[in-house]
C-alpha cells in the first residue's frame, strides 16, 4: 500500500499550476497500474477537519473531532497495488509527485485470506 501524507502547509504552499501538476501525475499513475492490472484501489481521503478518532477504554467508546492533534502530517490517501516486490512498490511511491513535498509511505499489506472469521 503506498501511503500519501500531506500537511496544510504544504498544499497551501502549492501554487495552482503545482497543484494541476499534481492532479494530472496522481491521473497518469493511476492510469499506469490499471492498464499494468496492478491497481487494487486508490482514494484520496476528505480533509482532517472531519476526521473523528475514536478510543475505547474501560469498555466505553469516546471521540475525539480531529486526528491525533499532535500530528503535524496526515493521511490523505493511498494507492493499494499488486507489486511483485517491496522494491517495486518504492519505486512506483517515488514517483508520486506527493513524496517531493511530504511523505510517501510504502507498507505491505498483510494476507488475511487464511484466517477464519
Known sequence: M???Y?????WEGLSA??????????????RELTDQGLLVSAAGLADPITTRTVRVVDDTATTTD???AEAKEHLAGFYLVECDDIDQAIGYAARLPDAEYVAVEVRPVMDMSGLEM
Open 66 to 68: 480531529g486526528p491525533y
Open 17 to 30: 499550476e503545482q497543484r494541476d501538476g499534481l492532479v494530472q501525475a496522481h491521473e497518469s499513475m493511476s
Open 2 to 4: 503506498l501511503l500519501i
Open 6 to 10: 500531506s500537511n496544510a502547509e504544504s
